[in-house]
Nanobody, 120 residues
Framework: QVQVVESGGGLVQPGGSLRLSCQASGRTFRISNIAWHRQAPGKERELVAGISSGGSTTYADTVKGRFTISRDNAKNTVYLQMNSLKPEDTAVYYC??????????????WGQGTQVTVSS
């Protein structure tokens, strides 16, 4: 079974930056479409950004121009660079692999996520 580890979260002031990492075991990583999702207290989990096996990216409107998703297949890792962070970005961030680039049906069990808190 694939094991997923998200890391890199923390407390940051508005306007600051963080870089999240998602590392997964398994040989299918390089052919997987992978996305970052987030869930804020009292809200449903939502898609933040996705990257296809071929490197095409998609972003939620709320993070376009501020977040960048990238992948390093040699390290089985996907990154999420988050700049110009806002208090509304506060959430637990998770990653998962998906069957298609609509990033709906997941392939991995959900990991524990990494907490991002944006506050002064």
């Amino acid at each position: 079974q694939v094991q997923v580890v998200e890391s890199g979260g923390g407390l940051v002031q508005p306007g600051g930056s963080l870089r999240l990492s998602c590392q997964a075991s398994g040989r299918t990583f390089r052919i997987s479409n992978i996305a970052w999702h987030r869930q804020a207290p009292g809200k449903e989990r939502e898609l933040v950004a996705g990257i296809s096996s071929g490197g095409s990216t998609t972003y939620a409107d709320t993070v376009k121009g501020r977040f960048t998703i990238s992948r390093d297949n040699a390290k089985n890792t996907v990154y999420l660079q988050m700049n110009s962070l806002k208090p509304e970005d506060t959430a637990v961030y998770y990653c998962n692999a998906h069957i298609s680039t609509n990033y709906r049906t997941t392939l991995w069990p959900w990991g524990q996520g990494t907490q991002v808190t944006v506050s002064s």
